[in-house]
């Protein structure tokens, strides 16, 4: 439910974003697949019908770039996944590199240091290990008190840890907290599945979130609410988990990476998540236009269109609705706040916009924001 008024309004102070050095284009990924189809087709198949293609991925989805943890692995028709050293415990987690490279952008974009920060809370699709938290493991690279943990809603997982992060604020545990995204989305995915092998990205994402009473005036985003909701669905689903190796003739099936019915989830998810946001307007005794901006989720460029449309009644223009997916790709739950971080700065004082999030579960989580 929403909250129609926040005690101790809260705040956006800072943002982050760490982007990958690698990237792979359309170009490169089908070249990769196709030769991978070529060497593993069964005999007197028609391979013609089994490739992909630049022109299939941008119809499906609008992607023409992904920025990746590795490339030469994802590119390797022999092995179609990264190629990643595993580190020995006393060095610093690929995962927790990425949140710390994000926090430290975010930090310096609210003007605070590492020990003004009294929380941590790494929320994304997929965590490194089951333990020690990574969040733990960022808060004692960086020389934050106070505590931290793991979340996980899959796609919506920022939206919701901004949520948990305001009600540590409200009860008084925290004053300020550091919500970080990191996503190697790169390693979960089948790039060998013609359906999905384009969809995903790697990135890393933060959020400085503040009491407004220990904000600098002016400055940031106030959050006017939250609106969290999750429906139960079995069309975007992973099972990867610890209960894998007791099953031995299953432990290395397909549905061990991520699945889904794209045509299930694009009719279901579309309308649930333009009801969501239009119900949270409402609320406010708002309309669409008093909405500057649409920072929603990364999937799929038809999904955003269509949402947006639902929303404002009519098309949105890329400055009402920034998409950044063809650079990026989908990089689940950094999607939303890496459109934030790249389309605020035309925002002037006043401005109302919302952040939403959508994905496997269903779940769907949006922010109502004012710039300051």
Same mark, same amino acid.
């Given at each position: ?44 198949? @028609? ?15 609008? $992607? ?29 987690? $690929? ?20 020990? @003004? ?256």
């Amino acid at each position: 439910m929403s909250q129609k008024t926040l005690k101790n309004n809260c705040v956006i102070t800072g943002t982050g974003l760490f982007t990958p050095s690698e990237s792979i284009n359309n170009e490169e990924l089908v070249n990769a697949f196709n030769q991978y189809i070529d060497k593993h087709a069964d005999a007197g198949l @028609d391979k013609s019908k089994l490739y992909s293609s630049e022109a299939f991925i941008i119809k499906a989805s609008g $992607i023409e770039n992904r920025h990746v943890i590795n490339k030469s692995g994802i590119l390797n028709p022999e092995r179609m996944c990264p190629e990643l050293t595993e580190r020995s415990d006393d060095q610093l987690s $690929i995962q927790a590199e990425m949140a710390v490279i994000a926090a430290e952008k975010a930090l310096i974009k609210a003007d605070l240091k590492p020990e @003004d920060i009294d929380s941590v809370i790494v929320a994304c699709s997929n965590l490194q290990r089951p333990y020690p938290a990574v969040s733990i493991e960022v808060q004692e690279h960086l020389g934050i008190q106070g505590f931290a943990y793991d979340m996980n809603v899959a796609c919506s997982s920022a939206t919701f840890g901004v949520a948990n992060a305001i009600a540590s604020i409200q009860s008084g545990q925290a004053q300020r907290v550091l919500v970080i995204n990191p996503e190697i989305c790169s390693g979960h995915l089948d790039f060998s599945d013609r359906d999905c092998h384009f969809i995903f990205g790697d990135a890393a994402t933060a959020l400085v979130i503040e009491s407004e009473e220990t904000a600098p005036p002016n400055h940031g985003f106030a959050i006017l609410d939250t609106k969290l909701a999750t429906r139960f669905s079995n069309n975007i689903r992973n099972n990867a988990g610890f209960l894998n190796r007791t099953s031995e003739e299953t432990q290395f099936a397909r549905d061990k990476l991520f699945m889904q019915n794209g045509r299930k989830v694009f009719k279901e998810v579309c309308p649930l998540a333009a009801e969501h946001i239009t119900t949270q307007i409402n609320d406010h005794k708002m309309t669409a236009s008093d909405i500057k901006k649409l920072w929603l989720h990364q999937a799929n460029l038809s999904m955003n269109q269509l949402i947006a449309k639902k929303v404002l009644g009519r098309e949105a223009t890329e400055e009402e609705a920034p998409i950044i997916l063809n650079e990026y790709a989908n990089t689940s739950s950094a999607g939303s706040i890496i459109a934030f971080h790249l389309h605020q700065d035309d925002c002037q004082q006043g401005d109302i916009g919302v952040i939403c999030s959508f994905g496997a579960g269903y779940s769907i989580g949006s922010l109502l924001v004012k710039k300051r």
